[in-house]
């Protein structure tokens, strides 16, 4: 018999996945692409991160936990609100979950029915608008227009031209690098209240900022949804664990949620976690080479031709107005791979309206290949 297709899995691939595999394909031929691609540390996770795991492994710690997650892990989390930001969350209102991917699901699925809108930027995340429509919640999309970050004049002229029950905002965000300053954010969450807007903040590219320190929103309203990750600042994409701080009258439904859904974060992955607040010094020789690459790349791509579309204040990226090479991002990114062998993420993936004249270049990678792309797009676009 043949398997039908519903209409909601008719969503857009993310083309950042696509270009990774083409990269990896060529490189398997013996290229040496350079990826810009993804947003995926090229260090490993911290060495007590590993060393947990290795222990884990040697005493059979690979089982089911409380959907909740390991109470030594939410604790540890807890820990570091206070220790990071200097506010106290207490450590059953915070969930393990299995990666950043995970808790987007859980918190859509408890807060918000079929039908329902949620606000989101544009450019954004293109994982937010694919599971909103999975869900069959109607994503609106809030054009930033240029002005680098979400701000509550944004919030308050979306909502009155078209009205949604939710808003997920990120800071610093993806694809841009932009950092929402602190009293703008508490405008934001303040015009949310006042519009009976519930709130999610995804914070997973938290200390990873480079002009201004973090700002989390439970600082400001303690009941706001935060979701967090260990994947970029802790160096743990493939060990998929992340995190969700949920106020009380949530606590429940998630769980219920993920114990159907997930039944609960990888044991493995959650003890080498609780390690990873111990690897900061590791951790921030790190985020000094994403800086270093930052300064080079925010040199040299405008004299490439690529206009940088938004202040890259924080994470690991350059958004770029590529509009004057080409209108066609996606056949510009195929022929750069193919060609100059950098691989990088069409702005389609980010922005439907505006992302053919958009590529995101990440970073992540360390400052030589990061030289090296660059020289390597010098030489391919004639400018040597």
């Known amino acids: 018999m043949k398997a039908?297709?519903?209409?909601r899995s008719d969503i857009e691939p993310?083309?950042?996945?696509?270009v990774l595999a083409e990269a990896n394909r060529l490189k398997s031929a013996g290229i040496p692409v350079i990826s810009m691609a993804v947003g995926q540390p090229s260090d490993p996770a911290p060495r007590p991160v590993r060393e947990a795991a290795a222990q884990a492994a040697r005493e059979g710690r690979i089982g089911y936990t409380d959907a909740s997650g390991l109470m030594s892990l939410r604790q540890a989390i807890a820990r570091h609100y206070l220790d990071h930001?200097?506010?106290?969350?207490p450590a059953d209102r915070i969930v393990a979950?299995?990666?950043?991917?995970?808790?987007?699901?859980l918190a859509f699925l408890a807060m918000f029915d079929a039908g329902d809108r949620v606000a989101i930027t544009a450019p954004g995340y293109p994982a937010y608008r694919n599971i909103l429509k999975v869900l069959g919640i109607e994503a609106v999309e809030i054009d930033l227009a240029g002005d680098g970050y979400l701000t509550a004049r944004h919030l308050e002229e979306a909502h009155r031209s078209w009205p949604f029950k939710g808003l997920l905002f990120a800071s610093p965000?993806?694809?841009?690098?932009?950092?929402?300053?602190?009293?703008?954010?508490?405008?934001?969450?303040?015009?949310?209240e006042d519009l009976?807007?519930?709130?999610i903040s995804d914070e997973?590219?938290?200390?990873?900022?480079?002009?201004?320190?973090?700002t989390t929103a439970l600082a400001i309203d303690p009941d706001t949804v935060v979701i967090n990750s260990f994947s970029k600042y802790y160096c743990m994409t493939g060990w998929r664990i992340g995190w969700m701080v949920?106020?009380?009258e949530l606590l429940r439904p998630v769980e219920r949620i993920q114990q159907s859904l997930y039944i609960s974060a990888p044991e493995l992955s959650q003890y080498a976690a609780i390690r990873a607040f111990e690897g900061t010094g590791e951790l921030e020789a790190v985020k000094a080479r994403y800086a270093q690459s930052r300064k080079m790349l925010l040199e040299r791509l405008p004299k490439l031709g690529f206009g940088i579309a938004a202040p890259p204040d924080g994470a690991f990226y350059a958004y770029c107005d590529v509009s004057r090479h080409t209108n066609d991002s996606m056949d510009f990114a195929r022929r750069m791979i193919a060609e100059a062998h950098v691989a990088a993420t069409p702005g389609h993936d980010f922005d439907p309206v505006n992302g053919h004249r958009t590529m995101r270049f990440s970073y992540a990678g360390s400052p030589a290949d990061m030289v090296e792309a660059m020289d390597r797009l010098e030489r391919w676009l004639g400018r040597a």
Not at 173 to 191: H, K, Q, Y
């Open 4 to 7: 039908t297709i519903s209409r």
């Open 14 to 18: 993310f083309h950042a996945m696509d």
């Open 85 to 89: 930001y200097g506010v106290e969350v």
């Open 97 to 105: 979950t299995t990666g950043s991917s995970a808790a987007f699901n």
């Open 173 to 192: 965000a993806n694809p841009t690098g932009s950092v929402i300053p602190r009293d703008e954010i508490v405008r934001i969450l303040r015009t949310a």
């Open 196 to 199: 009976g807007v519930s709130v």
């Open 204 to 214: 997973i590219y938290h200390r990873l900022a480079y002009e201004q320190p973090d």
């Open 246 to 248: 949920l106020p009380k």
